[in-house]
């Protein structure tokens, strides 16, 4: 099984620009936790997009959601399996989405937020785990990402307004 998952990473070509920007610049391919680790990668990221006015920020999102959806399916479909664990675009997308509601541009928010963010994403309570279910291709593989941000980002928020932590 171990050397199945491996032959299948030696399907992804990093030249290829769905493959680069599916599997995280790479970090994808990271042998332990790849979500994980891709979920961190974005963060430095989401520093520059910080800097964008909140409206070209969303807009930065959307596009990065509507690229992930094509790419994300690309790269699934030539490497022969739905949603392996190298593909992480959606785990960058879904922190950027976290990323959004912080009450306060503080790095302990930014670590509650990725805390939170993984949380949702590995446990997958409903609707996340029935849409990583239910729904397949690119939209598949990032919805459950984007529903996980959105959730943190309510958690987020509400415990930026009613509990003041930092």
Known sequence: MMMDMLSIKWRVKLSNPCHLLATGFGSGMCPWVPGTIASLVA?????????LPWQLYLLAVLLSLCIGVYCCHQTARDIGVHDHGCIV?????????TLMALPANDWRWVLVSFLLFRLLDIWKPWPIRWLDRKIYSGAGIMIDDVVAGIIADGVLYWIGRHW???
């Open 164 to 166: 003041l932590l930092f």
């Open 89 to 97: 675009w959606d785990e960058f997308v879904g922190m950027w989405i």
């Open 43 to 51: 963060i430095p990221i989401w520093c520059l997009f910080v800097l």
